[in-house]
């Protein structure tokens, strides 16, 4: 089993890693550690692969959401509920937060004292109305607040409509510096998902904010894409205090 994790600790006792492709029992498309069980994988697949992760990070139940691309934050429980939210949090040990994406932006939180952990899925939608400021919302200072950017589509591949752009433009003018023109269809941009994030952090608060280094499109080996493929499998991306 594969996995990445931040090149720096987000925080004493703090453990935060996104899963890859690698290490799991589901057959193509979904080959091979989906973990997904939205996605049109054979069900006792997904329940073995969550199984298999949860035995070599010696965890507990993480707290597996319903992610429906808005800006819901929840508290996380090793309750076996799945929670409809794109964002969860705690303070407690062992409880650790999962978001899933394949394309989307993961972001881990992490103060700096390792009291406070947090996850948010963030596509462009959740990015843009706010799923990250909602997040930094349960901590108690976000200069105190580390993020790490986790695997996304990179600003190469995510091509995106006008509407797109003029939308975060109207949020924040300085957003222009994410977009490039597309190559390969007239009045459509590139969006760079990592920078957008960036500016909105940095907004919000956050001085320290680390990862955004791969390219979920791109790297086929490594990653699930959905722009790539369409019908496919899950990351995942967690954090806990130890």
Request: with cysteine; proline share 6%.
């Amino acid at each position: 089993m594969k996995l990445i994790r931040p090149a720096q600790p987000l925080a004493p006792g703090v453990a935060a890693l996104t899963t890859t492709r690698d290490g799991g029992v589901s057959l193509a498309p979904w080959d091979s550690l989906n973990l997904g069980d939205h996605v049109g994988d054979d069900p006792t697949a997904v329940a073995e692969n969550r199984r298999r992760l949860q035995q070599a990070l010696q965890l507990g139940q993480p707290q597996w959401l319903s992610q429906v691309h808005g800006v819901q934050v929840v508290e996380a429980r090793a309750d076996g509920v799945v929670r409809e939210a794109d964002g969860c949090w705690t303070r407690t040990p062992g409880v650790v937060c999962t978001v899933m994406t394949a394309d989307c932006l993961p972001v881990l939180f992490a103060d700096a004292q390792g009291t406070c952990v947090a996850a948010a899925h963030a596509g462009w939608r959740g990015l843009l109305n706010g799923v990250l400021e909602a997040t930094l919302d349960v901590f108690d200072d976000p200069a105190q607040v580390r993020a790490w950017l986790g695997p996304a589509i990179g600003p190469t591949a995510f091509e995106v409509g006008p509407e797109v752009r003029a939308a975060f433009l109207a949020a924040d003018a300085g957003a222009e510096l994410a977009f490039k023109p597309s190559p390969g269809h007239a009045g459509h941009w590139l969006a760079d998902l990592y920078a957008l994030a960036r500016r909105r952090l940095l907004a919000a608060g956050v001085t320290t904010v680390r990862g955004g280094d791969y390219c979920t499109h791109d790297e086929h080996e490594r990653f699930f894409s959905y722009r790539r493929d369409g019908k496919t499998g899950r990351m995942a991306s967690l954090i806990w205090i130890e």
